[in-house]
């Protein structure tokens, strides 16, 4: 299996652009999540779906981010307007959506810089 | 907000030394989980510890469940350069998947 594919890898934008960040979870694996990693605030949790159905967004900052899931192998997460504070690293991660134990398989992330 | 903060932040040793990462909260979670993440890569999951007191071993790595499920322990024995990388304990709630991760310990192993 090729794993969490994200595409970019590397993003650089101006302030006020849109921006999409896109995945491609393991097969199989019924849920996804959004993580948005800095030195300041660490690894945060966005938005999590389970079976392409957002069960908790309470984790993404403001309506400028939207992410949507529509279908089991593909998600995108949108940033529109951007902002130099929304610089950092872009995660997602897939598992197999069981609450105990569950093991979450990151992807290698998309490095967002904001100018 | 459930927080872990981990401790120490940056650790710095010789190949071959002993050290212990700790996570600690306020909160109970139903298990938490310790990752490993290299410079340009995701975290991998290294260990999930579910029961109170639990422990388990993976090679030179040992990890502890606290008690009471608030707190969490990772021991390296004889630490390698390979052993190098951000380590993140990371707790699950109830009910969910909802993973809060800890703030990191930055592990640096000097050959």
């Known amino acids: 299996d090729a794993g969490v594919i994200q595409s970019p890898r590397h993003e650089v934008t101006e302030m006020g652009q849109e921006v999409t960040l896109r995945c491609k979870p393991i097969?199989?694996?019924?849920?996804l999540f959004w993580y948005r990693q800095t030195m300041m605030r660490g690894l945060e949790l966005l938005i999590y779906?389970?079976?392409?159905?957002?069960?908790?967004d309470s984790g993404m900052p403001e309506d400028r981010f939207s992410a949507k899931m529509p279908n089991a192998s593909f998600s995108t997460l949108k940033i529109q307007p951007s902002e130099p504070r929304d610089s950092a690293v872009y995660f997602c991660?897939?598992?197999?959506?069981?609450?105990?134990?569950?093991?979450?398989?990151f992807g290698p992330g998309t490095r967002l810089t904001v100018l | 907000t459930q927080l872990l903060e981990q401790s120490p932040q940056f650790l710095s040793i010789q190949e071959g030394e002993n050290l212990t990462v700790y996570c600690n909260s306020s909160?109970?979670?139903?298990?938490l989980q310790w990752y490993r993440q290299e410079p340009g890569e995701g975290p991998v999951l290294l260990v999930t510890?579910?029961?109170?007191?639990e422990v388990k071993k993976l090679k030179r790595l040992t990890f502890q469940f606290g008690d009471a499920r608030k707190d969490s322990s990772l021991h390296i024995t004889a630490a390698q350069p390979g052993d190098t990388g951000l380590y993140l304990c990371?707790?699950?709630?109830?009910?969910?998947?909802?993973?809060?991760f800890g703030t990191g310990t930055r592990l640096t192993i000097i050959p």
């Open positions: 991660a897939s598992s197999l959506g069981q609450v105990t134990s569950n093991e979450q398989f």
């Open positions: 097969s199989g694996h019924n849920s």
């Open positions: 779906f389970n079976n392409n159905v957002p069960i908790d």
């Open positions: 909160s109970v979670f139903s298990s």
């Open positions: 510890v579910v029961t109170g007191g």
């Open positions: 990371a707790g699950l709630g109830f009910g969910n998947e909802k993973l809060t």
